[in-house]
T-cell receptor, first 116, second 111 residues
Framework: NAGVTQTPKFRVLKTGQSMTLLCAQD?????MYWYRQDPGMGLRLIHY???????AKGEVPDGYNVSRLKKQNFLLGLESAAPSQTSVYFC???????????????FGPGTRLTVT | EDKVVQSPLSLVVHEGDTVTLNCSYE??????LLWYKQEKKAPTFLFML????IEKKSGRLSSILDKKELSSILNITATQTGDSAIYLC???????????FGTGTRLTIIP
């Protein structure tokens, strides 16, 4: 049982390049999330998904797109990377307790992205 | 806009000391408050608190929620160097699948 995994672990991009971060979970969780973490800013939600085929915007969605084609995978795309997107990106997933209730989120190990 | 504030921002203590970390919140329809510990990588779950006044305990860590004061505390007794980490507080609303995180408290334990 691997939990939540993320690939890649590290990446350096030049401004304007594109990339996709992959998140996978093997806990059969309905909900999945993408966060970014910057010094002094805590964890900020980029996009999230409440089930296969659905996505929604979080607190800081600009410059990112996501897709949830399979329940176990949640992809985060950067179409044209900017230096402001230098950050550590975390994926998380959580169980659906029913009636709109979720429980604790389980986090992946993170991806450190640098945009030069 | 939902808001979670943690204090202090950072704390340095000696091994064996007891520490208290604070979290206060302003949210629209509070359901639960969660504490996470973040060492070098991913945050790991510590506690989820939903009812006021009921202490949750795990070893040397304990936490309690005060819904009247819109706050929670996390206590760590007999601290060890392995307790050095960033402690994150987050809240979740009813009918909302999202967590709102505070900026965290960086705890450093000196041997």
């Amino acid at each position: 049982n691997a939990g939540v995994t993320q690939t890649p672990k590290f990446r350096v991009l030049k401004t304007g390049q594109s990339m996709t971060l992959l998140c996978a979970q093997d806990m059969n969780h309905e909900y999945m999330y993408w966060y970014r973490q910057d010094p002094g800013m805590g964890l900020r939600l980029i996009h999230y998904s409440v089930g296969e085929g659905t996505t929604a915007k979080g607190e800081v969605p600009d410059g990112y797109n996501v897709s949830r084609l399979k329940k176990q995978n949640f992809l985060l795309g950067l179409e044209s990377a900017a230096p402001s997107q230098t950050s550590v990106y975390f994926c998380a997933s959580s169980y659906d307790g029913g009636a709109g209730e979720t429980y604790e989120q389980y986090f992946g190990p993170g991806t450190r992205l640098t945009v030069t | 806009e939902d808001k979670v504030v943690q204090s202090p921002l950072s704390l340095v203590v000696h091994e064996g000391d007891t520490v208290t970390l604070n979290c206060s919140y302003e949210v629209t329809n509070f359901r639960s408050l969660l504490w996470y510990k973040q060492e070098k990588k991913a945050p790991t779950f510590l506690f989820m608190l939903t009812s006021s006044g009921i202490e949750k305990k795990s070893g040397r860590l304990s936490s309690i929620l005060d819904k009247k004061e819109l706050s929670s505390i996390l206590n760590i007794t007999a601290t060890q160097t392995g307790d050095s980490a960033i402690y994150l507080c987050a809240v979740i609303n009813f009918g909302n699948e999202k967590l709102t995180f505070g900026t965290g408290t960086r705890l450093t334990i000196i041997p």
